[in-house]
């Protein structure tokens, strides 16, 4: 009985993980054929970086308000509508015929993203008993982790050989299969306890956690959205090794995402600390030395970081369905924010500033971290202390 149980709930993470999987791909693609679309489109590199910003500035704001709009309605068919939205945004993208229509649906597809992952780290944790949340979590997420092993180099390949408009074509068909695998095997599962009025944000250890998330994050992706130029121009390889790098970084984000999830179970705020003071020690070390080597190992900090903020959101947050999108929005502004810094840099010293901008956010979110803990400490120590709270 058990192990049907453990079966059913497999199967139901593995269809939440195939429709991340598809998020993942169309979000990450855009790094590997930065070149290509700004070639074809007839703009700079770094304009092009825009539609980075623009499809994570399209999370952050629909994060919320999509989530809003659907987390009154049964988990599974606000899952199932989500992904149309998402499928619609890729095919606009494919046949766009120029840059501004092809930034509407990056952004089109971004409404989608946020209350997706959302909703479906809730569906995630609601799976599993409490002390395996995060593990849940990252399973989920693990769809994202492999789009980066599979699909982006996938993606980056099919793009340099037949054009990106196919594909962006191949990833409105993961949508689609990703629709399937969720009407086949995620249990029907009731709507959340709606929380619309927004009382959550009036805790500021959920902006403390959002703020670190979007720091931590943002420090990833100022170097990442150019890590084609990074790696060719700066590391010397081939253009044509942006594939099997892209794979390196993937399995690397996969690791991550695994060793992270066991360390934010085991102990949150000491692993979330611990992995930032790491990341911005190794963005320094990525911006003198780009390699191999050095990508592989900025991938598995990545997304260690990844269940561990999630978590840290959710617990902050009440395990409310707003807090579970906020995560993914402050994951984005993140992103929006780290892409557009770093393009910044670049234009005025050159790539090798884009690790500068992201040591930079890490050490930001790394303050933001311990000053939340140093909070929480002395929220506990002052509910122990009977003179602190007669005080």
């Known amino acids: 009985m058990r192990l049907a149980i453990v079966s059913r709930t497999g199967a139901a993470l593995a269809a939440l993980a195939v429709s991340a999987f598809a998020i993942g791909t ?23 970086g825009l539609l980075v910003s623009g499809y994570a500035l399209g999370v952050v704001v629909g994060a919320p308000l999509v989530t809003m709009a659907v987390q009154r309605m049964p988990r599974k068919q606000a899952l199932l509508g989500l992904l149309v ?9 494919a046949v766009a015929t120029g840059f501004g229509v092809l930034l509407l649906g990056r952004v089109l597809a971004a409404l989608c993203h946020g209350a997706f992952l959302g909703v479906g780290s809730l569906a995630a944790a609601g799976l599993v008993d409490e002390k395996r949340r995060a593990r849940a979590i990252a399973a989920m997420f693990t ?73 931590g994050f943002g420090a990833v992706y100022a170097p990442y959205t150019f890590i084609a130029p990074i790696m060719t121009s700066l590391a010397g390889y081939a253009p044509g090794d942006l594939s099997w790098l892209l794979v390196v970084f993937g399995v690397g984000l996969v690791i991550g995402n695994w060793l992270g999830a066991r360390a934010a179970d085991w102990r949150l705020m000491g692993t979330i600390i611990t992995l930032l003071t790491i990341l911005a020690a190794l963005l320094l070390v990525f911006a003198e030395f780009p390699s191999v080597i050095t990508l592989f190992l900025l991938g598995v900090v990545a997304f260690a970081t990844v269940p561990a903020f999630t978590s840290r959101v959710i617990a ?58 140093a909070l929480a400490h002395r929220q506990r120590h002052r509910h122990r202390d009977p003179a602190a709270l007669a005080g």
Do not use: C, H, K
């Open 316 to 373: 902050t947050g009440g395990g409310t369905t707003l807090a579970s999108s906020a995560a993914v929005a402050a994951f984005n502004l993140g992103n929006a924010s780290g892409a557009y810094l770093a393009g910044l840099a670049a234009t005025a010293d050159g790539y090798v500033a884009t690790s500068w901008v992201g040591a930079a956010m890490a050490a930001g979110g790394l303050g933001v971290a311990v000053l939340s803990a």
């Open 26 to 48: 169309t979000e990450f693609v855009i790094a590997g054929l930065l070149p290509e679309l700004a070639a074809e489109l007839g703009v700079s590199v770094p304009t092009a």
């Open 143 to 215: 769809g994202l982790t492999l789009s980066t092993v599979v699909g982006v180099p996938m993606g980056t390949f099919v793009g340099q050989q037949w054009g990106w408009r196919v594909t962006f074509w191949v990833i409105a068909g993961l949508g689609v299969a990703g629709m399937a695998g969720i009407a086949a095997l995620v249990p029907p599962m009731p709507a959340l306890a709606a929380s619309s009025d927004g009382s959550v944000f009036r805790r500021p250890q959920l902006w403390l956690a959002l703020a670190m998330t979007a720091l």
């Open 85 to 93: 939205l998402f499928i619609a945004g890729n095919v606009t993208s």
